[in-house]
């Protein structure tokens, strides 16, 4: 059972003493514990989540200080000097520019949607052009994605509210089909195992 921690919860991480080290917030420079999780994969669920002050934390592996320094430092070198940050990026290959973006997800997976509301908001021509040059399959492997990491961060009831919702929103006709594939799906599963 994984329940994500509500803001108030993730409060309270930050209020207590430090798991590590004992050092008790708020700290010298106003600051307090970050909420770290153990497995970083898990999320912040309940029984994942542990408070290190900033130095533990920084010295917890996989919590690199420089990262986040380095984004706050790119953000404001970019504001600043947009023609530097895009050179600079034209001298990476690819396989750079993914393996920083994929680092980055890792660390920030919320970044991704809050970025792409953003470019649709600000270029909503840019988006739907994009998505025109996307194959059907690539596009629904796209959805298919999201709406896995999406069903993962839901808890059983909401997860089961949106699909009544869904459910709602479509045609019998599609309904039965969806039941169909559903079914062939886990008629496929069951041959395989
Ligand atoms: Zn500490």
Sequence with gaps: ?????????????????CGRCGAVPPFADGSRCHPHRVRPELGYVAGNVVPRCPPCHAAEP????????????????YELHPENVRALNARLTPAQRSAIGRRVHELHPDLARENGRRSQALHPENVRALNAKLTPMQRSAIGRKGGLALNARLTPAERSARGRKASRAITSA????NARKGWAAHRARRVAA
Excluded at 1 to 17: C, G, N, W, Y
Excluded at 63 to 77: D, F, L, Q, V
């Design 1 to 17: 059972m994984t329940v994500r921690l509500t803001r108030r919860e993730k409060d309270a991480i930050r209020s207590s003493p």
């Design 62 to 77: 996989g919590h690199h200080p420089w990262i986040k320094a380095a984004r706050k430092g790119g953000r404001r070198s």
């Design 174 to 177: 599609q309904r039965s089909a």
